[in-house]
C-alpha cells in the first residue's frame, strides 16, 4: 500500500481504532480511556496538518475498493474535504477535552466515547467521500453512531428526541439513496469531479436530473436542517453538551451542508445546475430557512433550543451562499462552513458551563451570569456578536462575502434576507447579553454544582475549550487574509471550481 | 477421494448417526471439529468452482438421467459456504446454551447433524424426485428441532410447522409426478432442453404445484402462518438456524429451477410473486411492530425479510443485478438473523424475561450483545456498509434500471420499517433498569458468537466482489 | 382411456380431496389422514401417468416406494406431536390462537 | 366451525383443479425419454435381476440412502416430543391372543428374511422384510409381550442405526474410489445384500419404535 493511501486511511484510523477500544474498556479505566481519546485526536490533528501540506503542494492523497462489480468505495483528501476535516479535527480535540470534564462521574463513558469516536470517524469519511456511494456509507453511519449519544440519558425526554431524530435522518437516508442509486444507474460508478460530471449526460435528461437534484437535496436537507426538513434539530438538544457541539457544529448539521456543496459543485457542477434552474429555488428554501429559524429562535426560552434555532437559520448561509451563482458567493458559503463551526460551538459549550455549574437552562435564569462566570460569558458574548456579524469576528467576514456574492449574482433579495436575520440574531442573542452582564444575580442559583474557586468559574476542562473556540472566532477574522485562514483555503477551492482566477 | 460434493453430504450424516449413538445431549464436540471440517470442504468447493467452473458428480457412476447427479455451480456453493459459516458459530452457541441439559438437548445435535445434511444435499441435488427426498429431510429435522423443547406452545408450533412442510413437499411432489409423467425424467439437466414456453398444460400445472409448494415450505406471505409461533417459540440456537438456512433452502431451489430449467415459464409468475414479496414486507414489519415478545418480533422479521427475496423475480434479467440482490440478501439475512437470534437469546436468558419490556436497562449490562443485536439490525434495515445495504442498493438500481418504480418504494419503505421494528428493540435497551431486576450471567461464548456473527453480517458488505464472482462463476 | 391413465386420474382426484381435507378439516387425526390421501393421490399420478401407454417403468415404482417411507415417517411424527398435544393440553385441533 | 361459504369456495376451487388436471394429463403426448430402456440396458451391471431394486438401492441408491435418513430422523423426532417416563409394565393380554402372536413371531420373521432374499429377482426387498419384521414387533407389544420403549438404550440405539450406518460406509467406501455409491459390477450383488440385511433389522426396529415409542406416551392419559 503506498504512503498516500496509508495516510488517508491513517485519518479514519485514529478516531475508529481507539473508538473500538475505548468499547471494550471497563468504566473504571478512566486514564487510559482519556489517554485514548486524546491521542486520537491529536493524532488526526497531526495527519490532516500533513495532508494540508501536501494538498496545498498539489500532492493527490486516495483510497479504493471495490464492493461490487462497478462500485466502489472511495476516499480522498482534496481541498474540500480537508476544509470539512480540518474543521472536525481541530473542534473534535476541544470537543473531547470538554467532554470528559462534562461527563466526569457519569454513568456509561465507555459507551459515550465509542460512540464518540466512531461519530468523528463517520464525519471524516463524509469529508473525504470521493464519490456519492462513499458520501452515503458515512453519512448512514453517522446517523447511527450519533442515535446512541443522543439518548445517552435514557430519560423518556431523550427518547423521544431520539426516535424524532432516527425518523427525521433515516427518512432523509432513503430518499438521499434513491437519488444516488438513479444517479449511478445512469453514468455508472463516477467520482467527485470539479464542476460536476452530470453535464456530459446531454440536454435528454434534464428532467431526470432537476428531480433527482430535489430528491439528494432533500436527503442530505434533513441533515442541514432545510425547512421544512428542521423539525429533529430542536428536540435532539436534549442530549448532553458535548453531543449537542457534536450536532450542530462538528458533524451532523455540517454533513449536511458538506452534502449540499458536494453535490452543487462536484456532482451536478455549478454552471449545469444554475442551467437547470436548480440554484434559484435552492437560495429561496435556504432563505426562508434562514429567516424562519431566527424568528422562531426570538421565542425559545430554553437556552439550547434557542441556540438550536439559531443553528437551523445559519447553517442555511452556508446553503445560500453555494446556491449563489458566483465565486463570490461559493467563497462565502465555504467560509462561513468553517465559521459556524467555530462560533456555534462556542455557545454550546457555554450553554454546556451554564447548565453544569449553576443548573441554568433557561434564558430567563441567566440575570447576573456574567458576574459568575465571566470567562464563560466572555466567551459566549464573542460568539454571539459573531453570529450577528459584528466586525472583528469570524460571523462578518462570512457575511460580508455573502453579501458581495448577493451582489454580483444579482440576487439583492437575498442580500435583503441576510440582513433580515442579522436583525433577528441581535433581537435574540443582545437580551442574553444584556441579562448576563447587566442584570444582577439572583441569590441562589438554580442548582449550583461546582463552586467557584478564586478566578477559577468552574472545571478548568469545561472552560477552556470556549475560550480557545472563542480566540479563534477572532482570529479567523483578524487573520483572515493569512495564507493558512479559511477564507484563503475557500478562495483557493472555489477558484477551482470555476476554474478562474481566484476571487 | 476427497471430492467436497459428497463429502459434505456424507460427513454431517456420520456425525450425526455418531451423534445418536453417543446417547442422548452428547455429540457437542463432534458436532463441532466436523463442522470445522465442513467449512474447508465448502470453502476448497467455492475455490474449486471459482478456477474450473461449474461441475457434477454422478452418484453410483451412472449418470443422469439414470442414476442422481450431485451438482455445484457458483450459486449452490455459496449457499454451502453460508451454511457451514453459520452452522459452526452456531454449535459453539448451542453447546454452551444447552450447557445446563435442558431437555429441548437430547436429539439436538443428531437432529441438527441431519438438518445439515439434508441442507447441504438440496443445495448439491440437480434431480427433481431427490430433491423431494431431501426436502423432507430438512423438513421432517426442523419440526422435530422445534418439538424437543416438548411445552405444549412449542409441540402445537411444531405441528403447524410439519402440516405446512409435508403439505407442500406432497403439492411438490405431485409435480414431480406430473413431469415425469411429461417428459420421462427427472434429472435438471436433461429437463432443460425439453422444457420451453409452448409446454403442454400439464407442466404449467405441475410447475405451479411446485411454486406452491415451495412457497409454503419458504412462509412468504400469504403462507407465512406457520413460521412466526416455530420460529418465535423455538429454543434460540434452533430458531437461528431455521430462520437463517432452512427457509432459504426452498427459495434457494425457487431461484434454482426457475432460472434453469423452468425460465421459459417462470416469467408470468413473477409479478405475483414480487406482490407476495410487498405484501410480507408490509405484514411482517407490522406485526413486529405490535409484537411484545422479543423472540416474536425477530420471528416476524423474518416473515419480512423473505419478502425482499422475492421482489427478484419480476426483475431478473440478464444483468443479473437483481439475482446477486437475492443472492446478497439471502447471505446477509442469513447471517444477521443468526446473530439477532443468538442474542436474543442470551438476553432472554441474562434478564429471564421474553417480553421486550424486560430488555430496559441492558445497555449498560450487555453492551456486547446488544451492539451484536443493532449490527444485525443495521444489515435488516439495509443500512452501509452491511451486506443488507448492498442487496437492497442492486435491488434499487434493478428496479430503476427497469424502469420499475414501484419496487423502489417497497424496498425504501421496507427499509424504514425495519428501522423502526429494530430501533424498538434498541430504545428499550438504553432505558434505565429498573432497580430490583435479575440478572443471571451467561457465558461469555454466546455472546461473541453473535457478535462474530453479526459483524461478518457487516464486513459483509465490503467484501461484494468475491461473493459475485464465485456466484458469476460456472453459471 | 389405458389403465395407467384411469390410476392417474384417480389419483388426481385423490389428491384434490385429501388438500381439500387438509385445509378444511379441524381435528388431526383426520388432517393426518387426509394428507395420507393426498400422498396417495401423488403417488398414483406418478406411477399411473409414467405408465399410461401399457408398459411397465421401474423408476416411479422405485420412487413410489421410496415416497411411500418417507410418508410413512412423517405420518408417525405428525401422530406423536398430535398425541402430545393431546397430552400436555387435552386438546385434539389446532388453536387459531397459537399464531401470538 | 367453518363458514359454509368458504368451504364451498375451497370445495369447487379444487374440483375444477381436479378437473384441470386430469384434461391435462389426458393431453399429454408421449414422453421424450425412455429411462424403462435404459434401466433394461444397464440391468447386468446392477447386481440384482429385479428392475425396482434395482433402481431402487443401484441406480437411484442414494435417494434409498436419504429416505432411511428420514425415516431414522421421524424415529428420532418421535423420541425427542416424548415423556421421560419409564415404559410402562405390559399389560397383560388374553391367553390365546398371547400364544398366537408366540407362534407367529417367528413365522413373520421367517418371511422377512424370505422377503429379503426374494427382493433380487421378485417384487420383495429390505423394505418389505423390515416392514414385516416391524409388525411382528407391534403384535407382540399390542398381545402384551413387548414392552413399550423409554429413552433407548445404546444397543437399542446401535441397532436402530446400523442399517443406516451400513450404507453410509459402504457410500464413503466406494467414494474413496471414486464416486458415491459406485459399486464395482463384480461385487455390486454381495453390497447390495449386505446393505439390505442391515437395513431389514434397522428397518424392522425403527418401524416398531414408532409404534412402541408412541404407546408409551399413552401409559397414563387421563
Redesign the interface.
Known sequence: MALNEALILAILASSLVPGLIIFVLAESRIRLRTTLNLFGAVAKLILVGVLLAGVSAGEIYGFRHTVLPGLDLVVKADALALLFATLSAVLWLFTTLYAIGYLEGSPHRSRFFGFFSLCVTATMGIAMAGNLFTFFVFYELLTLATYPLVVHRGTPQAMRGGTVYLAYTLGGGALLLTGIVWLHGLTGSVDFAHGGYLSALGPDYGGQLQFVFLLLIAGVGVKAALVPLHGWLPQAMVAPAPVSALLHAVAVVKAGAFGVERIVYEVYGVEFAQSLDLLTPLAAVAAVTIVWGSFRALFQNDLKKRLAYSTVSQVSYIVLGTALFGPVGTVGGLVHLVHQGIMKITLFFCAGNYAETLGVHKVSELDGAGRRMPLTTLAFSIAALGMMGAPLTAGAVSKAWLLDGAAEAGMHWAGWVLWTSSVLNAAYFLPILWRAWARPAPAVWPEERVPARGRIETLWLLLLPPLATAIMTIAAAVFADSAWSPLAWARLIAAREYSGAMP | MTDPIAWLILLPLFWATAAFLLGPGRGARLAIAALLAQCGLALQLAADVIDGGARTHAVGGWGAPLGIDLAVGGLSALMLVLTQAIALPLAVYARAYFADGAPAVRYFWTLTGFLLAGLNALFLAADLFNLYVTLELVGLAAVGLVAAGGSARQVAAALRYLFAALVGSVMYLLGVALIYGAHGTVSLQTLAPLVDARAPAAVWIACGLMLAGLMLKTAIFPFHYWLPPAHGGAPAPVSALLSALVVKASFYLILRLSLEVFAPLAATAATALGLLGAAAIAWGSWQALRTVHIKMLVAWSTVAQLGYLFLVFPLLAPDGLALQAGVMQAIAHGLAKAAMFAAVGVLMLATGRDTLEGLAGVAGRMPLTLFAFGLAGVTLMGLPPSGGFLAKWLLIEAALTHGQWGWVAVVIAGGLLAAAYVFRVLRQAFLLAPADSPFHPVPRSMEWTAFVLATASMLLGLQGVELMSLLAAGS | MSGGMIFAGAGAVLFTMGLVGVVLIGPLLRRILAFNVMGSGAFLVLVGLAQRDGGADPVPQAMVLTGIVVAVASTALALALARRLHRLTGRTTLSATDDD | M?PLLK?AA??LA??S??G?????????????????A??EA?MAASGVAH??T???L???????L???????????????????ATPPAPAPGEPVKRMFARLAAPLMVLVAVYLLWAGAIQPGGA?QAGAVLGAAAVLLHLTGILPGWG?PG?RL??G??AG??IF?VV??AL??Q??????PPAQAGRLILLIEAGLTVSLGLI?AG?FL??SR??GD??
Open positions: 367453518i368451504r375451497v370445495i379444487a374440483a383443479f381436479a384441470a388436471l386430469v384434461f391435462a394429463m389426458l393431453d399429454l403426448p408421449a414422453p421424450g425419454v425412455h429411462l424403462p435404459a434401466v444397464n428392475p425396482v434395482a433402481v431402487l443401484n441406480f437411484r441408491g442414494y435417494d434409498t436419504l429416505e432411511v435418513g428420514v425415516l431414522l430422523l421421524a424415529l428420532l423426532g418421535v423420541l425427542a416430543v416424548g415423556a421421560r423394505f429413552a445404546l440405539r446401535a436402530l442405526a443406516f450406518l453410509l457410500a464413503g467414494l474413496a471414486g464416486a458415491v455409491l459406485a459399486y418401524l414408532l415409542a408412541l406416551d399413552s392419559e387421563a
